[in-house]
T-cell receptor, first 109, second 116 residues
Framework: RKEVEQDPGPFNVPEGATVAFNCTYS??????FFWYRQDCRKEPKLLMS???SGNEDGRFTAQLNRASQYISLLIRDSKLSDSATYLC??????????FGAGTTVTVRA | DARVTQTPRHKVTEMGQEVTMRCQPI?????VFWYRQTMMQGLELLAY????????DSGMPKDRFSAEMPDATLATLKIQPSEPRDSAVYFC??????????????FGPGTRLTVT
C-alpha cells in the first residue's frame, strides 16, 4: 500500500462551483500535512499547511481527519486559474515528506 | 522574494555523460532536499541534508548518483554515468526544518533532464 494516496481525477468543474477531494495516508503516526499546487511543467508550490483544527485561506479550506487518516481540500467559487494538480504531502517523522501522485482539477468557463 | 534557484533549467545529454545539477537554497534554510519527478513514479525523494550533513540518501541509486553540499548556499546532484532512465525533472527544495510546525518545503523550478 502506498504511503499517500490520492484520486487522480480529473475533477472537471464549472467556474464558480465548489470542488473537494481527499488524500489518505497509511501511517497513523504521521505528524504534518500539506497541500501543494503544481501547474503543468512547473514546480510544486505550497498552498497550505494543514493543522489539526483545520484551516482556511480565502477560498481554500483544508481539514485533517486523524481517525480516518485523510486530509481534504475544498475549493469554493472555483476560478479558471485554480486548474492545476494538487499534491498532498505527509510527514511521518524527521524532515521527509511523502507526496501523493496528485489530483487534477480542471475548471471550465 | 526568496526563492530556491536551480541550474541548469534544461539539460540534454547523451547516455554515459556526467550530469551536474546545482541548487541554491533559500537563505537561512538549513534543510535541502533533492526530488525526482516522472509521470510514472511521481515525486520521489532522492536525498536530503540538514546543516549540510547528508541525513538520508536511501532514495538515490548509489552506483551512479551522488549528492553534496559544498557550502550552505550550494547543493549539487551528480549522475555519472547518465542513462536514458534518468530522464526526469529534478527538483531541489529547502526548508527551515525546525520547530513543530515548520517543516514546510519550498521548491525550485527544477532541472528538466533528457538523456538520449
Amino acid at each position: 500500500r502506498k504511503e499517500v494516496e490520492q484520486d487522480p481525477g480529473p475533477f472537471n468543474v464549472p467556474e464558480g462551483a465548489t470542488v473537494a477531494f481527499n488524500c489518505t495516508y497509511s501511517n497513523s503516526a504521521s505528524q504534518s500535512f500539506f497541500w501543494y499546487r503544481q501547474d503543468c511543467r512547473k514546480e510544486p508550490k505550497l498552498l497550505m499547511s494543514v493543522y489539526s483544527s483545520g484551516n482556511e485561506d480565502g477560498r481554500f479550506t483544508a481539514q485533517l481527519n486523524r481517525a480516518s487518516q485523510y486530509i481534504s481540500l475544498l475549493i469554493r467559487d472555483s476560478k479558471l486559474s485554480d486548474s492545476a494538480t494538487y499534491l498532498c504531502a505527509v510527514r511521518l517523522n524527521d524532515y521527509k515528506l511523502s507526496f501523493g501522485a496528485g489530483t487534477t482539477v480542471t475548471v471550465r468557463a | 522574494d526568496a526563492r530556491v534557484t536551480q541550474t541548469p533549467r534544461h539539460k540534454v545529454t547523451e547516455m554515459g555523460q556526467e550530469v551536474t545539477m546545482r541548487c541554491q537554497p533559500i537563505l537561512g534554510h538549513n534543510t535541502v532536499f533533492w526530488y525526482r519527478q516522472t509521470m510514472m513514479q511521481g515525486l520521489e525523494l532522492l536525498a536530503y541534508f540538514r546543516n549540510r550533513a547528508p541525513l538520508d540518501d536511501s532514495g538515490m541509486p548509489k552506483d551512479r548518483f551522488s549528492a553534496e553540499m559544498p557550502d550552505a548556499t550550494l547543493a549539487t546532484l551528480k549522475i555519472q554515468p547518465s542513462e536514458p532512465r534518468d530522464s526526469a525533472v529534478y527538483f531541489c527544495a529547502s526548508g527551515l526544518g525546525r520547530g513543530a510546525e515548520n517543516y514546510e518545503q519550498y521548491f525550485g523550478p527544477g532541472t528538466r533532464l533528457t538523456v538520449t
